[in-house]
C-alpha cells in the first residue's frame, strides 16, 4: 500500500486513502507527514520519560504544535517544507536525548534517517496501520486528531502570546501514550476523554487570547458584495495574521476581504476600525476553486482550508503563511518577533483587477457567547413562554459530498420556533438564508470559526445555570454536527467531556471509528449518524 490516510470525513469509500488523498495529497506528502508524526511521539517519549521542564523548552513546545498543525488536512502540501519541519524535529530530539538518562527508549526517540528516500522508507514501515489491533488503532488515531486539532488551537493563541503549559504537558504524554503497547482499549478511552478535557481548555485559552486582544464579538453585519479597488482575499483562522495585514495595507488603497473562516473576524471590534476591511467574499473553503477565479486578487492562506489550484494563474496569486504550504506558492515567515513582511502581496494586489461581484447583500453574526449572554433575559424569556422551543447547535465543518446538502435542508424545515447556534464554516450551508427571527432573535446565531464552539458550550452551560438543572442534557438543545477534519475531532471530544449525550454526526461517521469503539460511543455517549431529514427532525423534536 503506498500510502494510508483516514484522517478526514472524505476519506476515500469511508474507509481510507490508498493511492491520493481526496484532498489533493501525494504519497510523499502523506508519509512525509506520518513520519513527521512518529518524530513527535519520539520527543515526547523524552519528555515524558525524562521528566523534563517543558516552561524552560519554549522552541519545543511551539515546534511541537507547529508540526502537528502541518499535518492537518488540507493545510501542508509543500514536501519540501516537510522534509525540512522533520529534519528540524529530529534535531530538536537528537539535543533532547543528550539530556535524558533513560534506560529503553522507542524506535521513534532513536531512529536515524538522512535522506529524502530514507525518510519514505521508514515512513512506509510507520504509518497508522503499523498498530496491528484495529480497535487499538482506531484509539490512538481519535486522540491523535484530536491532539492535532487542540494544537492548532493553541498554536493560535501562541501566536497572540498566551499559553498553557498544562495544555503541552498533556499533549506530550498523549502522544508518548500513544507507544505504549501495555495500555489497553479501556485506558485509551479514558485518554481519549482527556483529550478532550484538554480540548475544552485549548479552546478556553483561545477565547481569552482572541477577546483579550480584539475585544468581545458583537452582533455585526458584514457585507458580501465588493468595492472596484484592487483587494486581497485572507483565509484561514489566524487573527494577528489578519491583523498585520490590515496594519500594512492601511492607506494603501488595497482592501481586504475574509474567505470562509475568517468571516467571523468581522465581528471583533478591533477590526473596525479599518477602512479597508470591507466584507467577506464567497463560501464555503471548498468553493475556492471557482471562487479564486473571481476573486482576481492575492490570496492569503494562515491556515488550513487550502485545495489544490486547478490554474497556474491562480496558483501564481496565492501565498501562504505558519503552519499552510503549497508547491509553487510563495510562503511568507515571520521573523523571531513574529512580525511578517506582506508587501509583495500588497505590491501585486495593485497590479490586478478588483473582484468580481458574485453576490450581494450582508449576512449577520457576532454571537458568541458575550453576546448572547448580553441577550440573555430575552432569550429566557422566549424559552420560558414558549416562543423558543428548542436550540439546534449546527456546528462544525463545511465539505464538497452532496450528502451535505442535508443541512441546507435541514435548517430549512426546522420549526419557526427554533433556533440554530453555529461555529465553523458548516454555517455557509444555512447563514444565508431568509430563516427568520424569533421576538428580534436572529434564527441563526453564528459564535464565530470552529474553536467558537467553545461559545456555544458556555451558552449551554450558562442555560444550565439559569434554569436551574443538574444535566446539560436536560436543556431543550439538540447536537446535529457535521465533521470534516481534526479541529472538528477536539471539538467532539470536548463536547463529550462536557457530558453532552445524544450528538448527531455526519454526513458519515469517521472512517477511524472500528465497529467496537463504534459501539462504545454509541452505548456511553449516544453516538449516532444522520437518516433523512424528516426522521431527524421529528426524533429530535420527540
Request: with cysteine.
Amino acid at each position: 500500500m503506498s500510502m494510508f490516510c483516514y484522517q478526514c470525513q472524505e476519506t476515500a469509500g469511508g474507509k481510507g486513502c490508498t493511492v491520493r488523498g481526496v484532498c489533493g495529497k501525494n504519497e510523499e506528502v502523506a508519509k512525509l507527514q506520518d513520519l513527521l508524526i512518529y518524530v513527535l511521539k519520539g520527543i515526547s517519549e523524552l519528555v515524558t520519560k525524562g521528566k523534563l521542564d517543558i516552561s524552560v523548552m519554549a522552541e519545543v513546545n511551539y515546534e511541537m504544535l507547529n508540526s502537528l498543525f502541518i499535518t492537518i488536512t488540507n493545510a501542508n502540501f509543500d514536501d519540501d517544507s516537510i522534509e525540512h519541519q522533520i529534519r528540524r524535529m529530529i534535531s530538536i530530539r537528537d539535543e533532547l536525548r543528550k539530556s535524558v538518562s533513560v534506560s529503553s527508549l522507542h524506535d521513534a526517540a532513536i531512529f536515524t534517517v538522512n535522506t529524502r528516500e530514507s525518510m519514505l522508507e521508514k515512513a512506509s514501515s510507520i504509518g497508522v496501520l503499523a498498530t496491528e489491533s484495529e480497535d487499538v488503532r482506531s484509539l490512538r488515531q481519535m486522540i491523535i486528531y484530536g491532539l492535532k486539532g487542540m494544537a492548532a488551537y493553541t498554536e493560535h493563541a501562541h501566536n497572540i502570546g498566551k499559553e498553557n503549559l498544562e495544555i503541552n504537558s498533556f499533549m506530550f504524554e498523549a502522544l508518548a501514550a500513544t507507544l505504549d503497547d501495555t495500555l489497553t482499549a479501556d485506558d485509551l478511552v479514558a485518554l481519549t476523554l482527556r483529550t478532550g478535557e484538554h480540548g475544552v481548555k485549548a479552546m478556553a485559552l483561545l477565547d481569552e487570547a482572541n477577546t483579550s486582544t480584539y475585544g468581545n464579538p458583537e452582533i455585526t453585519e458584514v457585507n458580501i458584495g465588493v468595492r472596484s479597488n484592487p483587494a486581497i482575499l485572507i483565509s484561514g483562522h489566524d487573527l494577528t495574521d489578519l491583523e498585520q495585514l490590515l496594519d500594512q495595507t492601511k492607506g494603501t488603497g488595497v482592501d481586504v476581504y475574509t474567505h470562509s473562516e475568517m468571516l467571523p473576524a468581522h465581528y471583533y471590534p478591533a477590526f473596525k476600525k479599518y477602512d479597508n476591511f470591507v466584507g467577506n467574499y464567497g463560501n464555503a473553503w471548498w468553493k475556492q476553486v471557482s471562487e479564486f477565479e473571481s476573486f482576481r486578487g492575492p490570496i492569503l492562506f494562515t491556515t488550513n482550508c487550502i485545495v489544490p489550484p486547478k490554474s497556474e494563474e491562480v496558483r501564481q496569486r496565492i501565498f501562504t503563511t505558519g503552519s499552510a504550504g503549497y508547491p509553487g506558492c510563495t510562503h511568507i515567515g515571520a521573523d523571531p518577533n513574529g512580525k511578517k513582511d506582506f508587501s509583495s502581496i500588497i505590491s501585486l494586489a495593485k497590479t490586478l483587477s478588483a473582484p468580481e461581484e458574485i453576490e450581494t447583500g450582508s449576512i449577520i453574526g457576532g454571537f458568541a457567547h458575550n453576546q448572547v449572554m448580553a441577550l440573555a433575559d430575552q432569550v429566557v424569556e422566549a424559552v420560558k413562554t414558549g416562543a423558543i422551543k428548542k436550540f439546534f447547535v449546527m456546528a462544525g465543518c463545511d465539505g464538497r459530498m452532496k450528502s451535505r446538502e442535508y443541512y441546507t435542508e435541514f435548517a430549512q424545515k426546522l420549526p419557526q420556533d427554533t433556533v440554530i447556534l453555529t461555529a465553523g464554516c458548516a454555517k455557509y450551508r444555512y447563514n444565508k438564508l431568509n430563516l427568520g427571527d424569533i421576538g428580534g432573535i436572529p434564527r441563526v446565531l453564528d459564535a464565530g470559526q470552529c474553536n467558537d464552539s467553545y461559545s456555544l458550550a458556555v451558552i449551554a452551560l450558562k442555560l444550565k445555570e439559569v434554569f436551574g438543572l443538574d444535566d446539560i442534557n436536560k436543556l431543550p438543545i439538540a447536537f446535529n454536527i457535521a465533521w470534516y477534519e481534526q479541529k472538528a475531532v477536539i471539538v467532539l471530544l470536548a463536547l463529550l467531556y462536557l457530558g453532552v449525550k445524544n450528538i448527531h454526526l455526519g454526513p458519515t461517521l469517521p472512517g477511524f471509528l472500528s465497529p467496537n469503539v463504534a459501539k462504545v460511543l454509541v452505548e456511553k455517549f449516544g453516538i449516532a449518524g444522520i437518516g433523512t431529514v424528516e426522521e431527524d427532525i421529528d426524533l429530535f423534536l420527540s
